[in-house]
């Protein structure tokens, strides 16, 4: 399995990134995709994915709620660091009005400036989308390219918003924990979505799924996320694992 969205060197894991990785490889988890944040957490992702060759893979971008006054300059350093260095995405970008809507507009103008870099870079797109659908929707159509490709991470949204972004194009839906809560909508659509359009997250140390709700999550709690979407589907966790895998590692290249 492939976890596409984990957070391993967040300070939730301090001195302790290398045993969770090492727990995630036993659970079966063959690969970790590292969203980029901002420039103060870039080296400790950075050093992980550094220490795991081939296992680790470091993305670049800036996170829309780190976006405030000094986000000129933090784009910048999110940009050389992506021309830099050897990247799978650009991400974690996007729009998160849930928090504030204090720099709506920076957060508008930085997402789509980092859409433009992704389509320059031939590099897809990890975004985050909280209570903004339809301003990302409008930033993708008003930059999408032939080459604009990407996952909605942590999505949650309805099989109309689904079926709206396949239309523009090559984009994929993280599912994570959230499928697990029993009353969790995307329960629900995660039945109407093909096989071959789901990627699977954690987005640790957030969002963990039951049993351990209540904990810290964590990369090798990734294969209660695929059970439970074996189950919806009616389909063997085997198959989920490698069609889903299949899936990440054309759209990361790793």
């Avoid at 391993?8 to 590292?34: I, W």
């Avoid at 992702?45 to 780190?66: K, N, Q």
Wanted: hydrophobic share 40%.
């Amino acid at each position: 399995m492939i976890d596409t969205h984990c957070h391993l060197y967040d300070e939730a894991f301090a001195e302790e990134e290398d045993e969770a990785v090492a727990r995630a490889l036993e659970a079966g988890v063959s690969a970790l995709v590292l969203p980029d944040i901002d420039s103060r957490s870039r080296g400790a992702m950075s050093a992980l994915a550094a220490r795991h060759p081939g296992v680790a893979f470091p993305c670049a971008g800036l996170h829309p709620t780190e976006v405030g006054k000094g986000w000129k300059e933090e784009y910048e350093l999110a940009e050389q660091f992506a021309r830099k260095e050897k990247v799978v995405a650009i991400g974690e970008i996007g729009i998160d009005l849930y928090w504030s809507r204090e720099f709506a507009c920076q957060q508008k103008e930085v997402f789509g400036m980092q859409l433009d870099l992704a389509c320059e870079l031939d590099l897809p797109v990890i975004i985050h989308n909280r209570e903004a659908t339809e301003v990302v929707l409008e930033e993708v159509r008003k930059h999408n390219r032939s080459n604009l490709r990407g996952v909605l991470h942590a999505f949650t949204g309805s099989v109309e918003t689904a079926r709206e972004f396949g239309r523009l194009g090559d984009w994929y839906f993280g599912i994570g924990g959230v499928v697990t809560f029993k009353k969790a909508s995307i329960g629900e659509t995660v039945k109407e979505l093909p096989l071959d359009r789901i990627l699977l997250e954690t987005d640790c140390p957030y969002l963990t799924p039951v049993p351990f709700r209540g904990h810290r999550n964590e990369s090798s709690y990734l294969p209660y996320i695929a059970a439970t979407i074996a189950s919806k589907l009616g389909k063997d966790i085997s198959e989920v694992d490698e069609i889903t895998s299949a899936s990440a590692r054309r759209l990361f290249g790793i």
